[in-house]
């Protein structure tokens, strides 16, 4: 499968989908959901796939959170619209597999990233892991 946010390869048997955009510390936006919810399908589907490992490029980051960039482009309807879009057709549809989902967590899981890691069943987190939920603190 080709992605343009994405990098997914199959390696005895278990899928490894990368988010590779090391350059905004793999954060989420409209793209990334969209194509995690494509490979997410894909190892539903694929009978070749028993398990997958989803991970971050680069050391900094497994995902830091929402793409700010992208959502302040936002009316609150739109926004809203996305983040319910990241919960049903990624994080539930992780958390409800029946093919185990490992969360390979490098450097940075905040925010939306925090609940990618936690929809997984299983966190291997890096001794450089770092997890918290930064949104709280906004108004």
Excluded: W
């Excluded at 830091?64 to 619209?81: K, R, T």
């Amino acid at each position: 499968m080709q992605f343009e946010t994405l990098l997914f390869a199959i390696e005895n048997g278990t899928a490894i989908i990368t988010i590779n955009r090391p350059d905004k510390l793999n954060a989420l936006n409209a793209t990334v959901i969209s194509e995690l919810s494509k490979a997410i399908d894909e190892v539903y589907q694929n009978s070749a796939i028993q398990s997958a490992i989803i991970t971050g490029s680069g050391a900094k980051s497994f995902v830091a959170g929402a793409d700010i960039s992208e959502f302040i482009q936002l009316n609150a309807a739109e926004g809203e619209a996305l983040a319910r879009k990241g919960q049903t057709e990624v994080f539930d549809k992780i958390a409800a597999s029946g093919k185990p989902i490992i969360a390979a967590v490098n450097g940075f899981a905040l925010g939306g990233g925090c609940e990618l890691a936690m929809a997984c069943h299983f966190i291997i987190a890096a001794s450089t892991a770092k997890f918290g939920q930064p949104e709280v603190n906004l108004g």
